[in-house]
């Protein structure tokens, strides 16, 4: 308003009126047109690097990266045959019992890891029906049948001057281990360790084993596609360690015997799955390749193809059912009941039943929570295990430390 009336708006002058496209004309023409300026730049070239570095590798590696040498250990008059993977030659001895499904190749880094930071002798044993163990009768899974061959198995490799023992065991190892140190089949027995399990848990989860084992494919076209599989579905969540045990998880199947599948993971709906580059990163845009959340991939079932070779599951343990049971009844009770330092590893604490919940709160045993874990602890952090494993050894004062350990942490 001045003095009262509307001030009249200045009329645009017609010739700056231009449209858009126009306008982007004589942006152009000016770029183009300018001294010195050969038009817009090029785009940049698309860096490949970075993906290639990022890719996640696959390959499967010799188990004797992380153990010295594997013994065959010969029982019931050489009618069974047990594959152990050693690491180390002085100290007590550390005895690891892997899960179902498992091998001995289950405890590689851990094993490399541990016999770097105190002394101990590392013996990594495939269980029977698993690995390279082959017995008279490889399906009895009986938890009387594993205890005696564990029994067995010490005994004939320390016939005279065993050294302390400590037994440890993942899942259903976990148990075994238990059984064994119950029953009293370890003479010198010096501690006992147990990785996530316990009774009331372990009994829970049995009615959706099934499912799950008959979710998984049978076949797989290569080692590799074995590997890959796993660490997408989350089983073992650090590649590195999935490179040497999976192998031990797997057989390969006589191209002569191999019938017809509609359930084998190849062919172009598998290519399309497992080929895809994997591109972890953390907030820094480092690759992650140590651990991995399971990744939301669905593996469907390609059409039916005959394989010029293929690998299945070293252990069908749907057949396997029967034990399950017997594994774990009464687990907690006898645990509680062993006469040696006791350690029991969890993924979570919600895994605690009520009898080792009260026996813990009475100082029966140590406990430690490692989180950010699978079922698979030790393979999925391996160094922290470790830590857990070599801080229990010297309080115990059953060996000594050869480097600088980490405290544990969350211990209870």
């Known amino acids: 308003m001045v003095n009262g009336h509307d001030k009249p708006l200045m009329k645009p002058c017609p010739q700056l009126q231009l449209n858009a496209c126009q306008m982007s004309h004589l942006h152009k023409k000016v770029i183009t047109s300018s001294p010195g300026m050969g038009g817009l730049p090029p785009r940049a070239p698309h860096d490949h690097s970075r993906r290639v570095k990022n890719k996640r590798d696959y390959t ?39 899960g179902g499904g498992f091998s001995g190749l289950t405890w590689s880094l851990l094993s490399a890891t541990l016999t770097g930071q105190v002394e101990c002798q590392c013996y990594s044993l495939d269980i029977r029906g698993h690995g390279d163990t082959h017995t008279e009768d490889d399906e009895d899974l009986s938890i009387d049948t594993m205890a005696r061959d564990v029994k067995e198995v010490i005994e004939t490799i320390w016939k005279e001057d065993c050294p302390p023992i400590m037994l440890v065991g993942h899942s259903m190892g976990g148990a075994l281990a238990v059984h064994v140190s119950h029953l009293e089949f370890v003479k010198n027995l010096a501690a006992l360790v147990v990785i996530d399990v316990v009774e009331g848990s372990a009994m829970e989860a049995l009615s959706g084993m099934q499912t799950f084992l008959q979710g998984r494919p049978k076949f797989f076209s290569s080692v590799q596609q074995a590997i890959e599989y796993n660490v997408r579905i989350g089983a073992i969540r650090n590649a590195e360690s999935a490179r040497v045990s999976i192998v031990g998880q797997l057989k390969k199947v006589d191209n002569a015997s191999q019938p017809t599948q509609t359930d084998v993971l190849v062919g172009n709906q598998s290519h399309e799955v497992m080929n895809t580059e994997i591109l972890e990163e953390d907030e820094d845009g480092e690759n992650n390749a140590e651990q991995s959340e399971p990744e939301a991939h669905v593996f469907s079932k390609p059409e039916s193809v005959r394989l010029p070779e293929r690998y299945e599951w070293r252990i069908d343990l749907t057949r396997t059912e029967k034990f399950w049971k017997d594994w774990f009844k009464g687990l907690s009770c006898m645990f509680l009941n062993v006469h040696v330092p006791k350690l029991l ?26 989180p950010l874990c699978g079922h698979a602890v030790h393979e999925d952090a391996p160094e922290d295990v470790a830590d857990a494993l070599a801080n229990f050894m010297l309080r115990h004062k059953l060996t000594n430390a050869l480097e600088w350990i980490k405290p544990a942490r969350l211990t209870c």
């Open 60 to 98: 499967p590696v010799p188990w004797t990266n992380y153990f010295d040498r594997s013994e065959n250990v010969q029982t019931n008059q050489g009618k069974n045959r047990f594959r152990v993977y050693i690491k180390g030659s002085s100290g007590p001895v550390v005895f690891f019992l892997h």
């Open 345 to 370: 590893l969890l993924a979570g604490v919600d895994r605690l039943d009520k009898d080792l919940m009260v026996g813990q709160m009475q100082g029966k045993f140590q406990m430690q929570i490692l």
